[in-house]
């Protein structure tokens, strides 16, 4: 499957985005999906993830009860909304895909990643 991010930008302080993950592929629904983040000078980071159906999601501690993530299978996308983002949000956010269909943090549990998508918060 191929994927590609898109949705990122400069937003103030408390504003919102809404990031999308466009997915390549029949198989779209068989993938557990997840957002990943990487800040300058960091190391990648798990941000959320979500299971094939959508019934089960998991959060980063950092973005629980501001981000949520979302999936339309029928449109083969994946989406993040982030609402009360922070200047410490700053990171190039990826999207990626597995084929083993259930949640995880880890990031080696993804066997697909997309290009990433800059997100910029000002302060």
């Known amino acids: 499957v191929q994927l590609q991010a898109s949705g990122g930008g400069l937003v103030q302080a408390g504003g919102s985005l809404r990031l999308s993950c466009a997915a390549s592929?029949?198989?779209?629904?068989?993938?557990?999906m997840g957002w990943f983040r990487q800040a300058p000078g960091k190391e990648r980071e798990f941000v959320a993830a979500?299971?094939?159906?959508?019934?089960?999601?998991y959060y980063a501690d950092s973005v629980k009860g501001r981000f949520t993530i979302s999936r339309d299978n029928a449109k083969n996308t994946m989406y993040l909304q982030m609402n009360g983002l922070k200047p410490e949000d700053t990171a190039i956010y990826y999207c990626?895909?597995?084929?083993?269909?259930?949640?995880?943090?880890?990031?080696?549990?993804?066997?697909?990643w997309g290009q990433g998508t800059l997100v910029t918060v000002s302060s």
């Open positions: 592929g029949r198989t779209f629904s068989r993938y557990a």
């Open positions: 979500i299971n094939w159906s959508g019934r089960s999601t």
């Open positions: 990626a895909a597995s084929s083993l269909g259930s949640t995880s943090e880890r990031a080696s549990f993804y066997n697909y």
